[in-house]
């Protein structure tokens, strides 16, 4: 059998136009832009503007994926959505997506905080390794500024809105996904709240003058783990995959605040010139970080190919994932080609060919079976009810037939 492979071969990202500065935030609250670069590096964020919502700004990233990838959305075998800001609580904003593509395929929404896009690639990965699916679409997609609360200045300067996609795809070019890691840190589970959109407390009118239906957070006690996370899980995730921090080209941290990714790079020595950041323009776009951080990376080439790449996350929950990808070329040469063709014997496509032969003859038989199954019921259900009732009514003509006894008392 073959060894399979997840390849990326598709990307795209949406950010809306509108731009919200420090220097805007220092109209609607009492903070600044000096304390607001200090202490967490943003500078601007983006903010939707009517009509924008995390499954609009899903579709025009996948479509732009799909593109890179020059496939169609009929193409696509699963589509997985990572995002906490979702357009509705149900349904589930994964499959208005796949409707909004034209796709015909399998669609989830994940949850996992700002982890939740890690939590997807990783998760797909294992639907292409094991060959079960060719091409599967993971997206990262937020639009947290309908959960923020504007007059709490401790959330409100770290948050922005946004999306990037990927598609990976089955490959026998060896590279994609060398390791992972994903955790999950309960006792946290409050740190990072919006305590009235669930079912325990839904948004009643007391809540809503609370505020209770937006964003809170502890912003310490996320720091302390989250830099704590992103050191110990990234040397587990690198040696998982045989490597040290040294064979790594580039890293992409959450873009949740410099501060963290600082101390980070520090404990791992590892050089900041590596590091993609882009939080300075887009501030925590928590599922969409990550994607957004990779897509403008493989764009602007900073991501190469055959590259080792660290992704890491931590965010509500706590939760927290990273994965290391090595990215195989996009163009495969004439050489390379030969070599894929000697890893896939010929044997091996007449296998699968038989396989499929075989899956598909079962599948006919059980349809053929059932179909039989279901002729004979008609026929000889009447038959045997028929039968049935002689019996029941017995020699002495009684009718001893519960049913029947039963409407007899009732009358
Ligand atoms: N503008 C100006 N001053 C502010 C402010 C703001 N936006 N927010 C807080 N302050 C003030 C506080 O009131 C406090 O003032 P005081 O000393 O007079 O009481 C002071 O700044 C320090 O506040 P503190 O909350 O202790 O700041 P901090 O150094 O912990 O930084 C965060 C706050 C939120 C930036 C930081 O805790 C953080 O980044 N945490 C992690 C958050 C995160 O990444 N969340 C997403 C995870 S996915």
Redesign the pocket.
């Known amino acids: 059998m073959s060894q399979y492979f997840s390849k990326i071969t598709g990307w795209g990202m949406y950010v809306p136009e509108n731009v919200l500065t420090n220097h805007d935030l220092e109209k609607m609250m009492?903070?600044?832009d000096e304390?607001?670069v200090s202490?967490?590096g943003i500078r601007e964020r983006r903010i939707i503007s009517e009509g924008e919502t995390t499954v609009s700004m899903s579709v025009e990233a996948s479509r732009r994926a799909l593109e890179k990838a020059g496939l169609n959305a009929e193409d696509l075998d699963l589509i997985i959505l990572a995002s906490s800001t979702p357009d509705y609580l149900v349904p589930p904003a994964s499959s208005i997506i796949q409707d909004q593509l034209g796709a015909q395929c399998a669609a989830m929404t994940l949850v996992a905080?700002?982890s939740g896009f890690v939590y997807g690639l990783n998760t797909a990965a294992q639907f292409i390794q094991t060959g079960a699916y060719e091409h599967v679409l993971i997206i990262g997609a937020e639009t947290i500024s309908a959960g923020i609360d504007w007059e709490d200045?401790?959330t409100a300067?770290?948050f922005g809105d946004g999306a990037g996609a990927v598609i990976i795809s089955r490959t026998t070019q060896p590279g994609g996904l060398l390791s992972m890691k994903m955790g999950s840190d309960g006792a946290g589970w409050d740190a990072?709240i919006v305590p009235a959109l669930g079912t325990k407390n839904y948004p009643s009118h007391e809540n809503i003058e609370n505020n209770e239906h937006k964003l809170k957070?502890k912003?310490?006690p996320?720091?302390k783990f989250?830099t704590r996370v992103m050191s110990d899980v990234a040397v587990d995730v690198v040696t998982a995959a045989g490597l040290t921090m040294d064979d790594v080209d580039v890293l992409i941290p959450?873009q949740?605040?410099q501060r963290?990714i600082d101390l980070a790079l520090r404990r791992l020595n590892f050089p900041a010139e590596k590091t993609i950041v882009n939080l300075d323009r887009y501030g925590?776009t928590?599922a969409a970080s990550v994607p957004l951080a990779m897509v403008e990376a493989l764009e602007d080439g900073r991501i190469k190919d055959n590259d080792k790449v660290v992704m890491i996350a931590?965010?509500?929950g706590l939760t927290y994932a990273a994965a290391v990808w090595q990215f195989q070329p996009m163009e495969v040469s004439p050489e390379d080609e030969a070599i894929l063709v000697t890893n896939w014997p010929v044997d091996n496509a007449f296998q699968r060919k038989l396989q499929e032969m075989r899956t598909a003859a079962f599948r006919m038989k059980v349809q053929a079976r059932t179909k039989a199954s279901e002729a004979s019921m008609a026929i000889m259900l009447p038959l045997y009810s028929f039968r049935k009732g002689l019996k029941k009514r017995g020699k002495n003509g009684k009718n001893d037939d519960p049913e029947a006894l039963e409407d007899k008392q009732s009358d």
Do not use: E, K, P
Request: net charge positive.
């Open positions: 009492d903070t600044n304390w607001i202490r967490t905080g700002c200045r401790g300067i770290l990072l957070m912003g310490r996320v720091f989250a959450h949740a605040n963290i925590n928590s931590f965010g509500a």
